[in-house]
């Protein structure tokens, strides 16, 4: 384990700043336009985030999925409901959403609240998905374990020749989510890790603005 010298790994951010009065009043716009500026410089997946989870007992999980979209209420994701974060939001609602953009030297968080969305906007993304993520999402029930890799691609031919030249429909235990923030966070790299962080939290249905020590 000693052949990565890991406490030897550091870089020194500068690229940006954030100071308060070049800030949205909004955190969604400011998310918004950090987005676009993310998305610019070539990262591959810069709507990939990181999604972090507890059990009702306390015991976090995480793991990383996709934003489809972003509103005035907040983020949506889709996942397989019987999946362990699936399970994890059945008994606990909360969760926290992480953005990391390595080239622009930026991260976003976002802690709050976690709903399904309604059965229509659900199926309404499933029937615009591709016909072999369609067909992936009956193949598989989500973390559950299986013998080998063998059963789920036996399972996944199958369902495509189930459905071959039909509508497939949306199974019961696949939809979307939306996580509803109280708390974001923007971080970007300062020099010297002296970093700047701006955390918008709501209250009363407004937002308010403070910066954090870094």
């Known amino acids: 384990m000693n052949e990565h010298d890991f406490r030897s790994m ?16 909004n955190p969604f716009d400011q998310f918004s ?35 489809k979209e972003i509103n005035a209420t907040g983020l949506v ?13 059945e008994e606990n609602p909360y969760a926290s959403a992480l953005f990391f953009w390595d080239k622009e030297e930026r991260q976003v968080r976002f ?5 399904k969305i309604s059965r229509e906007e659900s199926e309404a993304y499933f029937l615009s998905r591709p016909f072999e993520s369609q067909i992936g999402a009956h193949a598989s029930i989500q973390s559950s374990t299986i013998p ?15 459905y071959s030249g039909q509508i497939v429909p949306i199974p019961d235990y696949w939809g979307g989510y939306i996580l509803i923030p109280e708390v974001i966070e923007f971080w970007q790299g300062r020099s010297s890790r ?4 701006i955390e918008y939290k709501k209250s009363n249905n407004q937002w308010t603005i403070n910066r954090l020590s870094p």
């Open 33 to 67: 336009h950090w987005f676009k500026e993310a998305k610019a410089s070539g990262i591959l997946e810069p709507n990939a985030m990181s999604l972090a989870t507890a059990s009702k007992s306390g015991h976090p999980r995480n793991r990383i999925v996709l934003l």
């Open 194 to 197: 002296l970093h700047d962080r």
């Open 111 to 115: 802690d709050g609240k976690v709903e």
């Open 148 to 162: 080998n890799r063998e059963f789920v691609e036996s399972k996944y031919e199958d369902m495509k020749e189930k």
């Open 77 to 89: 994701f889709f996942t397989n409901y019987l999946s362990q974060k699936g399970q994890d939001l």
């Open 10 to 25: 550091r870089r020194n951010y500068g690229k940006s700043e954030l100071v308060e009065t070049q800030i949205s009043p």
